[in-house]
T-cell receptor, first 114, second 111 residues
Framework: DTEVTQTPKHLVMGMTNKKSLKCEQH?????MYWYKQKAKKPPELMFV???????INESVPSRFSPECPNSSLLNLHLHALQPEDSALYLC?????????????FGEGSRLTVL | KNEVEQSPQNLTAQEGEFITINCSYS?????LHWLQQHPGGGIVSLFM???GKKKHGRLIATINIQEKHSSLHITASHPRDSAVYIC?????????????FGEGTQLTVNP
């Protein structure tokens, strides 16, 4: 199994809603990532979990809250988002650091905030 | 100046042509990633390389560490190769957890 699975594929939410994005991998990877991607731009790193501990938070607003319940799962909890948060949210995983290992991406969750 | 620069930004080719996309970087690295993204879709890792050359099917990636330059070649291009190709390098100070991305090269292969 070389897949990173993200759900949902599409999400529309209002600014007062609470929703979650989910990501799952069964490759035994110990690093998991959340990226945000706007149209025609490269991905922007949001969070990195290494061995289920948050190791990087790229000064992301608190309306985005990551969670890593176990080594296979990564969630991104969304609350009180703004329309400018509309983007493609990509989850990724790697066996080790990116100096030595490839990055495996999911298909992404396309989020629209109304 | 961006740490990772790609050229060209846009490339249009006819089916069957040989394609080259270039990536230059300004920092010392131990590895470089080439990624592919189809419209509206997720990102696929094509190569991770730290020296020399790698080949996978019609794709070839080369890297010259001394010149801080990498190229991605596509032989016998096909319309299904149409995608954005992104070069990325790990930032050393984060033990390789943070990638610096190039702006991407939009490739269109016409039949």
């Amino acid at each position: 199994d070389t897949e990173v699975t993200q759900t949902p594929k599409h999400l529309v939410m209002g600014m007062t809603n609470k929703k979650s994005l989910k990501c799952e991998q069964h490759m035994g990877h110990r690093a998991m990532y959340w990226y945000k991607q706007k149209a025609k731009k490269p991905p922007e790193l949001m969070f990195v979990y290494s061995y289920e501990k948050l190791s990087i938070n790229e000064s992301v607003p608190s309306r985005f809250s990551p969670e890593c319940p176990n080594s296979s799962l990564l969630n991104l909890h969304l609350h009180a988002l703004q329309p400018e948060d509309s983007a493609l949210y990509l989850c990724a995983s790697s066996l080790a650091g990116l100096n030595t290992g490839e990055l495996f991406f999911g298909e992404g969750s396309r989020l629209t905030v109304l | 100046k961006n740490e990772v620069e790609q050229s060209p930004q846009n490339l249009t080719a006819q089916e069957g042509e040989f394609i080259t996309i270039n990536c230059s970087y300004s920092v010392g690295i131990s590895a470089l990633h080439w990624l592919q993204q189809h419209p509206g879709g997720g990102i696929v890792s094509l190569f991770m390389l730290s020296s020399g050359k790698k080949k996978h099917g019609r794709l070839i990636a080369t890297i010259n560490i001394q010149e801080k330059h990498s190229s991605l070649h596509i032989t016998a291009s096909h319309p299904r190769d149409s995608a954005v190709y992104i070069c990325a390098v790990p930032a050393k100070e984060t033990s390789g957890s943070r990638l610096t991305f190039g702006e991407g090269t939009q490739l269109t292969v016409n039949p």
